[in-house]
């Protein structure tokens, strides 16, 4: 069964940065790719960026490109999200999920809440 946990969020001012983490014990890389979305009150939820899991390739958003820096430790069935120069448009709730497929914007998560974390809430004060 597919597990997901994000860790890291926290309040931080901006132009400060702050690396998530998204754990998936028990998942094997290469099986999917991992996504991470965001969604701030009263807005749709947005890709943020996400990596393939076989060969590493990243994708982000045009929002954060520049800024943010998705990266893989596979023996540690971890992904990170570095996140530096924050702005407070960047406050939001940041989730990891599961894709099918992963390209720029291109998010595919697999159907079931069983594939996304609960996620890890992100403020950015001015």
């Known amino acids: 069964e597919v597990q997901l946990v994000e860790s890291g969020g926290g309040l931080v001012q901006a132009g400060g940065s702050l690396r998530l983490s998204c754990a998936a014990p028990?998942?094997?890389?290469?099986?999917?790719?991992i996504g991470w979305f965001r969604q701030a009150p009263g807005k749709d939820r947005e890709g943020v960026s996400c990596v393939r899991t076989n060969d590493g390739s990243t994708y982000y958003a045009d929002s954060v490109k520049g800024r943010f820096t998705v990266s893989t430790v596979n023996a540690k069935n971890t992904v990170y999200l570095q996140m530096n120069r924050l702005k407070p448009e960047d406050t939001a709730v940041y989730y990891c999920?599961?894709?099918?497929?992963?390209?720029?914007?291109?998010?595919?998560?697999?159907?079931?809440?069983?594939?996304w974390g609960k996620g890890t809430l992100v403020t950015v004060s001015s």
């Open positions: 999920a599961a894709l099918i497929f992963c390209a720029y914007n291109d998010y595919r998560p697999l159907d079931g809440m069983h594939y």
């Open positions: 028990g998942f094997t890389f290469g099986d999917y790719h």
